[in-house]
């Protein structure tokens, strides 16, 4: 999956993307590099980001959407907002990959259902503004994939289909670096779910700080070979897919391991 964010405060390509004309075109070149998916958003969710209004998010996303939606990969929406995630899905997208996993508008689970589209419900315990006062798990594993279920009751009960779910457990959403690898060294509860799980990880904070030279954090865009290596070891343990920022060798890591044999991701050509 790769990313559009169309976001003046995204961490790691903040403004690069807001006039729709550059949106478009990096859009297009994530298609060219191999991206099964596009997701375009314009609310930055990093910790202690403002939320734009809704008329602003509409405004960022809608003609990237149209555009994008042209090019014929699919494409899900980045929001909370049920209002957002309809007006996108009018205009070509066809998946709601929503950060608060329906808990920051509880009306996002009947308009997912209504909509007939896939949906991305990601665990979370809160708005980026204090988000990280939340990190705090018994088991972090076990606590995820606890709140991701009760997530999917919820889903199901207001009519979202099983088969339109993919699970996300959320790096770096109201969670330590240390709870970061905690998730990531096990994947089984959330996998044992049973459902599609997408992992987003490319170029966050954790990795900065691993890569960290005399307690600088490493620069955003210098964190995507530690991304990549971590694509690698997920696609080893047969995630559904992982949203990142660059494609082409995300996309390599995932072809090379399919080669060896040793991942059920499944090409779309096969
Ligand atoms: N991370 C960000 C934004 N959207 N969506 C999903 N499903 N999973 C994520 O981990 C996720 C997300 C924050 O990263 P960005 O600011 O680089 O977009």
Known sequence: MGVV??????????????????????????????????????????????RPTEAEELRRVLPVIEALAATGVPISIDTMRPAVAAAACAAGARMVNDVSGGMADPAMLSTVAELGVGYVLMHWRGHALDMQQRARYGDVAADVAGELAAQVERALAAGVAEDALVLDPGVGFAKTAAHNWELLTHLDPVAALGFPVLWGISRKAFLGRLLAVDGELRPAVQRDDASVALTTYLALNGVWGVRTHTVRPHRDAVETVRRLGRSPVVHPDQ
């Open 5 to 50: 964010n169309v976001t003046p405060d995204s961490f790691s390509d903040g403004g690069r993307w807001l006039e729709p004309v550059d949106a478009i075109a990096h859009g297009r070149r994530l298609v060219a590099e191999g991206a099964d998916l596009l997701d375009i958003g314009g609310e930055s969710t990093r910790p202690g980001a403002e």
